[in-house]
């Protein structure tokens, strides 16, 4: 049995193709960048349209939403991402999901969460006694 450094030790370091060396083999950098690029960018929009949308519902909505008992504004935050997320396997199974439609499906749901958010915290705090409430809100 080789011995664990040697086992577990330093790996050679792989080295970038170069330039020329790319276009004799026909790989290409660039394509590659590129397709990096691509996935930053998707994945940066993906988590803009998880948190930004529910900033603006939570600025936006507290005109008509700020009068709502609790339960009732946990339970439209629920539903609208419980359908909404929902939509999105059901999406890939048919074979229609695109990335801009993931995005949009994400935005969609997270209007109302921030707003969901504090019906959760606003429930807890009314059915439980003053004395208990800091526990209970460590645990939600």
Same mark, same amino acid.
């Given at each position: 049995m080789p011995h664990p450094?040697?086992?577990y030790g330093p790996r050679p370091v792989r080295r970038p193709v170069p330039p020329r060396r790319a276009a004799r083999t026909g790989r290409s950098s660039a394509?590659?960048?590129?397709?990096?690029?691509?996935?930053?960018l998707l994945l940066g929009a993906a988590l803009a349209a998880y948190g930004? %949308?529910?900033?603006?519902?939570?600025?936006?909505?507290?005109?008509?939403?700020?009068g709502l008992p609790p339960a009732r504004l946990l339970a439209a935050d629920s539903r609208i991402r419980a359908v909404l997320l929902g939509c999105a396997p059901l999406a890939w199974a048919a074979g229609?999901?695109?990335?801009?439609?993931y995005v949009v499906l994400l935005a969609g749901?997270?209007?109302?969460?921030?707003?969901g958010s504090a019906?959760?915290?606003?429930?807890?705090?009314?059915?439980?006694? %003053?004395?208990?409430?800091?526990?209970?809100?460590?645990?939600?």
């Open positions: 450094r040697k086992r394509s590659a960048g590129e397709a990096v690029g691509d996935r930053g930004l %949308p529910g900033a603006l519902g939570a600025l936006l909505c507290g005109r008509w939403l700020r229609v999901l695109h990335p801009v439609l749901s997270s209007v109302l969460h921030a707003w019906g959760r915290y606003a429930l807890v705090a009314q059915m439980l006694p %003053p004395d208990q409430r800091l526990a209970a809100n460590a645990l939600v």
